[in-house]
Structures are given as structure tokens and as C-alpha cells.
Nanobody, 120 residues
Framework: QVQLAESGGGSVQSGGSLRLSCVAS????????MAWFRQAPGQGREEIARFSSVGYTSYDDSVKGRFNVAQENGQNTLYLNMQDMKPEDTAMYYCAAQFTQIWCRDYDSWGQGTQVTVGL
């Protein structure tokens, strides 16, 4: 099974920027959906961005216009570019994926997460 590893988390001031990376351990093929989730303390995990192999992207309203996803040319890395960050963006961020269909659901590969903290 393809393993996912996130990196790039850290602390940033309100209004700042960060870029998270999600690296897949092997070639991911041509049929997949990869997504970013986050989980704030005491809250459930929420899906905030999706990217599928047919070029489909979508964003949760909470990050729309501030965050975007981008894929490296070699395909096995998905980035989450975060701008104009807010304290409410503080959370553990996870990368998830499934490599059998273009639909963004039923993720069966998950990373360990990377912490993002946004100060006032």
C-alpha cells in the first residue's frame, strides 16, 4: 500500500503563509483522489481540499480563496499552499488518498499529520 507523509507544518503569525507537502511513497498511477483534512483540538476531522487525477479540485468554504492545492510534475507530491492564515486554521493537518477511482471518497491511505499553529 502506498504510504503518505506530510511535512511543512509549524508556527506562523496571523496573515502569514505556509506550504504543506504530502509525499507518496510510490508511483500513484493515473486514477486517484488526494485530499487534505484538518482536526483542531476538541473537534472532528474536516476535509478542506481535494485534488483528483482528472484535475478536479474543491475547497471547504473556510479556506476558499486562501488555500490552494498543487501537484508536483512527478505526481507523487501534493502541496497545500496556505495564505492569509488565521488563528482558527490551527490544527493537525492530514493528507489522505485513494488510488482506485477518481471520486473523492473512501480514502484508504492516511499520513501521520503535521501540526500547524497560527498565532494572533
Amino acid at each position: 500500500q502506498v504510504q503518505l507523509a506530510e511535512s511543512g507544518g509549524g508556527s506562523v503569525q496571523s496573515g502569514g503563509s505556509l506550504r504543506l507537502s504530502c509525499v507518496a511513497s510510490a508511483y500513484i498511477g493515473s486514477t486517484y483522489c488526494m485530499a487534505w483534512f484538518r482536526q483542531a483540538p476538541g473537534q472532528g476531522r474536516e476535509e478542506i481540499a481535494r485534488f483528483s487525477s482528472v484535475g478536479y479540485t474543491s475547497y471547504d468554504d473556510s479556506v476558499k480563496g486562501r488555500f490552494n492545492v498543487a501537484q508536483e510534475n512527478g505526481q507523487n507530491t501534493l502541496y497545500l499552499n496556505m495564505q492569509d492564515m488565521k488563528p482558527e486554521d490551527t490544527a493537525m493537518y492530514y493528507c489522505a488518498a485513494q488510488f482506485t477511482q477518481i471520486w473523492c471518497r473512501d480514502y484508504d491511505s492516511w499520513g501521520q499529520g503535521t501540526q500547524v499553529t497560527v498565532g494572533l
